[in-house]
């Protein structure tokens, strides 16, 4: 059993209510740093703790609170994300659902730090239930003076807001995020300025994951230097994990990072093994933009090193050979999933949900999905594969907000390692409707050099 | 006539309360949700009324409501099934459930059976990827959807129908 | 000396330049002019908050400032990214711009239809200099372009959804020019359009000024419609007294007939400042009722800029291009890789053209031949 800091309590009954959570050591982090620590206290102690971002990008908490400007007079807002939409992610759903005092706790020491006096959480308008609870859990803590004025008599005073979305993947985006929360478009904005300096209503803005703030409490708890000896090199702390697709139990899962890729995958812990006594074929290890990884290339790295569940040894091999950890989105497909009409779904996924603001994303996309359609249907040409591996190479980068690189990503891994999938469908355009082209080998073991 | 209810308004009151001065327009996805939970759909009579309440250019809710996919712009069966079709959900089975619901309801995706009680709509990944394949049925998930399940929700969709009329 | 700026010293395409601080990278590329200066098909200097969407003034940052020399990892926005003090830009000198920039012609190429041989846009359309100049032949698009319920924003402005490209800028007009916004882009992702959602026409005063800031023939003048080729008119500077606006304008006539009337633009595309320094956006009314010659004092003919192929040497005033290649190439000329009439056939100077009965065929330059 590895070690768990956020879903320790999760199977406690009725952990949902107040009194559970109190009784269990709720709001011990809140105590602790309102009364014993200073704000740049509370932010240097995360800072130590190595925390990153668990939304997808994997930056440095700390830092991200440390670049917020503080000039005088202006109100400062921390912003929640809870916008969870990447393909193959449920994590943070999974926490607010089961332990929203966990969220609001970690919410309030991280207000406290950065000078927040009305906090908004920002959650995906399909999570209409977990509003519900969210709102339920947020009048509890007021009741029982966690939230409103002169919080333990600090004089801190903190009101936090949940404010739904209505079905927009971009949002997430922290810049389209803000644009939403100001009852705007989603489309993300042009940086500079950054939210730190000019955020929500031109205030200076934190945006951070619901999995990010929940990390702070442990942090608080027992400290950054104790945090941080957990795990490995940069990725300290525990991560949790989404894993869905051709598993035997999918669900959310806490690691501390030290684990082996193919444990998490086949231990009864986790994953317990693909499902039908199926074989794994491929995977998505962090959410639906990161690169697709043959079963071979996840287990080992290109070195034939063991792969492990962390921010490094997943982006192990760079895009060439490697992926990268992303938002914990776990998405394993076994030997009966092709992975052209995997990469065609996701496609249509991304070409959905762009904003359409700028050029090469808004015709990129649908133009990506048209082509792939038409290979997964047998209507593809061989010349449409270096078509598609030139488009998504104009995508990437070239747009204002990384949903271009989230669209582009998937498709250019796709390519990269099962080409021969591809071209399967186009020489077999009548095959291709009846069957598909199975394991073949991409679980086969990687020749390494001696 | 659109209008809200007492009741609903104090609510508008209390969501624009949640901003800064002058930033009410920051109501307008909420106060959007209201009214849809309200009438079921958003005509552009309603969307002038928010409008209205936010003191904005109505051109600015048209621009929000028809940007947010779970806003229906059209009416909308009293029971809308809303299927994901995502990678993992496509993985796990969902094209098999969308084409059973189509077969038991004999309508096409986006479309609504003649006695207005269903509409079927496939969308793109809600975040239930673990309990896949799944749908969201008014205001919560269903999830690991079977065809034996898909029955049982057509059922209890038709009794509670039944209920309310 | 407390006043007095420092300037911020930046090299774009081997080219070096001082300029203000907060200028961006495109301004101050457009004070050196020429081919230096990226092409810009969203961003519109006299609107507020345009510009950053189409990405085809994409530029590579060599190295950020003096103070931080390093290279920007992905090409930027250069109407969005403000220079530092040592700053070292390429533009037409970097292979991933050039590339970038051929991409973005494609996509907006993507799903606009070609059909400017009917639409009035053409001649002064910056799509179509965008595809001249950055664009490739031929497409590999290969599916339905996309198509839009029409909708009829009123007497005034025409509107064909299919050939928007997205820029916003009329967004930004209605907001900023006009007293009430009634259209804006509704929907999303590609099917995103300009529309007001309810039919309703478009007359606020002022907002006739789309048409002008519209880069393609996604908005154009319903007045003009398909009246005439622009390159068969003849623009002159003209000006009346008007209570709401600057009054100074630009005829598009022929004859003694105005067909046209826009406000003026300089060499950037742009509706430019009157000559008392007003801004020179016009109103709904010189631009559509004031069709009569005798409502204007003319001033003269227009200086023709290089957006438009009534350019073509038929008026005064037009203004050769600095031919910059040699101080971008650092030195080196253009060189050209054969000279025809040296290796033609057709152009042997001994066969004289006027001397052939008909058409010229092969056989009568087959006997020249030495």
Partial sequence: MGVKLLLDKAKVEGIRQYDVYRREGGYRSVEKALKTMSPDAVTEEVKKSGLRGRGGAGFPTGMKWSFLAKPEGVPRHLVCNADESEPG???????????????????????????????????????????DILEHAIGEAKANGWLGNNILGTGFNCEIYVQRGAGAYICGEETALIESLEGKRGNPRIKPPF?????????????????????????????????????????????????????????????????????FIYSDEYCGGIANGKRLKACIPGGSSVPILPANLLLKTAKGETRYMNYESLSDGGFATGSMMGSGGFIVLDEDQCVVKNTYTLARFYRHESCGQCSPCREGTGWMEKILKAIESGKGKMSDIDLLWDIQRKIEGNTICPLGDAAAWPVAAAIRHFRDEFEWHVNNPQECLTRNYGLAHYADPIYTPA | MIKFSEEKLNKVQEIINRYPQGKQKSALIPLLHLAQEEY??????TMDYVAGLLQIEPIEVYEVATFYSMFNLKPVGKFMFEVCQTGPCMVSGSDNIIDYIKQRLGIGVGETTPDGLFTLKTVECLGACGYAPMMQLGKHYREHLTKDKVDQIIEECRKNAGLLN | MADEKKLFKVTIDNITIEVEPGTTILNAARSIGGEVAPPAMCYYSKLKNSGGKCRTCLVEVAAGSTADPRPMPKLVASCRTTVMDGMIVKNITSERVIDARAGVTEFLLLNHPLDCPICDQAGECHLQDLSYEHGKEGTRFEFQKRTFKKHDLGEYIQLHMTRCILCYRCVFVADQLTQKRAHGILDRGDHSEIATYIEKSLDNDFIGNVIDVCPVGALTDKTFRFKNRVWFTKPVDAH?????????VQLWMRGDEVFRVTARKDEWGEVKDATDGRPGWICNECRFEKKDLKDWTIDGPTKVNRHSVISQGHYVGVQMPKDFLPEVMGGRGPKLLMDIHKVSEVNRPEIELSKIDGPAHGDDFAGAKQ
Avoid: Q
């Avoid at chain 1, 005092?101 to 406290?112: D, K, R």
């Avoid at chain 1, 104790?226 to 990725?235: F, L, N, P």
């Avoid at chain 2, 079921?40 to 009579?45: F, K, N, R």
């Fill in chain 1, 89 to 131: 992610t449920f994590k943070d759903r999974f926490l607010m659902e089961f332990l929203p005092h966990l969220l609001i706790e970690g919410l309030i020491v991280a207000s406290y730090a950065l000078g927040s006096n009305a906090t908004y959480i920002y959650i995906r308008g399909e999570y209409a239930w977990i509003t």
């Fill in chain 1, 195 to 263: 939210p730190a300096v000019k955020g929500v209503w031109d205030r200076p803005t934190v945006v951070n994951n619901v999995e990010t703030l929940a990390a702070v409490v442990p942090i608080i708890n027992m400290g950054g230097e104790e945090y941080a000896k957990i795990g490995v090199g940069k990725s300290t702390g525990t991560k949790l994990i989404s894993a869905c697709g051709n598993i035997n139990k999918p669900g959310v899962y806490e690691i501390d990072m030290t684990i082996p890729v193919e444990e």
């Fill in chain 2, 40 to 45: 079921g759909w958003l005509s552009a009579e």
């Fill in chain 3, 240 to 248: 009346r007294n008007c209570s709401k606006c600057c009054g100074e």
